[in-house]
């Protein structure tokens, strides 16, 4: 009876292992004693922990709590706005319209019709915003290929990239390259062409509507185009700053044709 009764009194008084374990797990928070070690963040070297310490962690901070509310809030408004994703959705009739408002803000067609028009000009001022133009589709294309590379995120539905989508090295969701580019292309049309105010109301409606219609077709989130938009400011704003003249635009001409005259 003795016997059995210490071991009774045995498994009751958990070992230092069994409250390590507890503790881990969050059941039981036992303090350090004076004679414990710790290690050097105060953690003892038997795995319990402070009950403050357990607080900390299982409390998130309120930047993360506003943070992820406003993530949950921009992933369900763009899966609501969402209509022209399937063949059978609510925007389904509106989806060829939608669609091809999109491809005008493809890098493809800008780039093509660029250079047409460069190879077409024989005007030096031409020439030269054509240029330079050139020079700022480019830029925003590595831009924006370059931080959708670096953060990886997927748009609202998931869906695959398309082949123009993969060319055009627009293969994730943030930021919108469709957005960043209308914004630039239209900023930089109204600044160096004289256009009527009508043209220039609908420059500027266009450059909205290339952003609302990636998030109609499921690619990007509201956040996505915002940043696209933002992006497509800063990328116009460079551009101006480090404007090529016409005789560096002669330049790079010659360099492209292998034309080493003007270079002499």
Known sequence: CQISSDVSRNRSRPNGSDRAFAARAGRVAVPVGPGSSTEGDGVPKDGTRWPEQDCMQLNPSFRGIAINSLLAIDISLSRRLGVCVGAHGPGAPLRPMVALLAFSGHALPWLCGTLLCLWRSNSLAGQEVLVNLLLALL??????????????????????????????????????????????????????????????????????????????????????????????????????????????????????????????
Request: charged fraction near 15%; hydrophobic fraction near 55%; aromatic fraction near 8%.
């Open 139 to 264: 830029l925003d294309l590595m831009t924006v290929a370059g931080v959708q590379k670096l953060v990886r995120r997927r748009g609202p539905w998931d869906a695959p990239p398309g082949l123009l989508d993969r060319v055009a090295l627009d293969a994730y969701s943030f930021p919108a390259a469709h957005a960043s580019r209308a914004v630039m292309v239209s900023r930089f049309l109204l600044n160096h062409l004289v256009l009527a105010v009508p043209l220039r109301i609908l420059l500027h409606l266009w450059a909205v509507l290339v952003g609302v219609s990636r998030v109609l077709l499921g690619k990007h989130h509201l956040s996505d185009v915002g940043c696209g938009f933002a992006l497509g400011f800063l990328h116009f704003s460079l551009v101006e700053s480090v404007w090529l003249d016409s005789a560096a635009c002669q330049a790079l001409l010659a360099i492209g044709s292998l034309d080493w005259a003007p270079l002499v």
